[in-house]
């Protein structure tokens, strides 16, 4: 694919509109929710470890254990959501933290670059480094992979890339350690993205500027393309009645499932004063509707 023409300029002026409205609505959204978090109280939480470049934010990831526990080989590896161009790892801290205690592994909680200033490949790097870091310094070898909404994109697609060498190359990603992938959970994820609309026009940099990509796979669009050529290990979708992406997980559930690909799958139901809205085991992690869908990825997890 070539990119620079003038639909390609249009669609990132009205992309560039679309992001900064969600990034407004989204902070607010996320400071209200954050204000009245109550976080597990038996659950340690080292945070803000650098994983590569020190004094960039982007480079820092925390890890979480339950007291008492010690962290052995095996970590839940997780990744926020935010539509590729908002967020951090303490939106996702308290979920997180749940997790760790009641599956009783570490969870790893990362942060990484955001579009547009960086493109797909370079937050895949991000999330390559910082298990390059785990593994080196914390001996870490097998990951479980956890993501929402756009977290749980790059759940998928990290899976993919890490058990294909040519994935890896097509993406100009680098990951120095052998670390194995035992399951993916993806909580209201996004497989699929018009290469002409929010958000996924930012996956690539214009041909022409620095760093800008001149042929990028056409399977960032639609991950059902990569799975297809690398396969995925055991995997897990979590949606609710008002997802919006809640067709898009069950077409990926119907797709894995075609494909021989063991998948567990949780379509929350809304109680009367309560939502299965977009991520809610995230925004809501002690409703009893999260913790039916935490029980199911802990399950994947342990197969």
Request: charge should be negative; aromatic fraction near 8%.
């Amino acid at each position: 694919m070539r990119y620079g023409s003038e639909d390609m300029i249009l669609g990132r002026f009205i992309a560039d509109k679309e992001r900064k409205a969600f990034i407004r609505n989204a902070t607010r959204n996320d400071r209200i929710r954050m204000a009245s978090e109550v976080l597990p109280g038996n659950c340690d939480a080292e945070c803000d470890i650098v994983y590569e470049t020190p004094d960039i934010p982007e480079h820092r990831l925390d890890i979480y254990k339950l007291n008492g526990t010690t962290q052995g080989d095996t970590v839940f590896f997780l990744i926020h959501g935010g539509a590729f161009v908002y967020g951090t790892k303490e939106l996702d801290k308290n979920f997180g933290m749940n997790l760790a205690v009641f599956s009783q592994l570490p969870v790893v909680n990362v942060n990484y670059h955001l579009m547009p200033e960086k493109s797909l490949s370079e937050m895949l790097n991000d999330l390559c480094m910082a298990i390059d870091y785990i593994s080196k310094n914390r001996g870490v070898n097998r990951i479980h992979l956890v993501g929402d909404s756009a977290g749980g994109y790059l759940a998928v697609m990290l899976a993919c890339l890490l058990r294909d060498k040519g994935v890896r190359h097509d993406l100009g990603v680098f990951v120095k350690s052998d670390v194995e992938v035992l399951s993916v959970a993806s909580i209201c994820g996004v497989y699929e993205g018009d290469i002409r609309k929010f958000p996924a026009i930012y996956f690539v940099k214009p041909a022409g500027i620095s760093g800008g990509d001149i042929d990028i796979p056409d399977y960032i669009f639609d991950l059902k393309k990569v799975i297809k050529r690398t396969g995925l290990p055991r995997t897990c979708l979590i949606t609710g009645d008002k997802d919006f992406l809640r067709k898009g997980n069950a077409k990926m559930r119907d797709y894995l499932q075609e494909s021989g690909i063991p998948v567990k799958f949780y379509d929350a139901i809304s109680s009367e004063d309560k939502s299965a809205i977009h991520v809610f085991p995230i925004s809501d992690p002690a409703w009893q509707e999260s913790h039916v869908a935490l029980k199911l990825i802990i399950e994947n997890a342990a197969g």
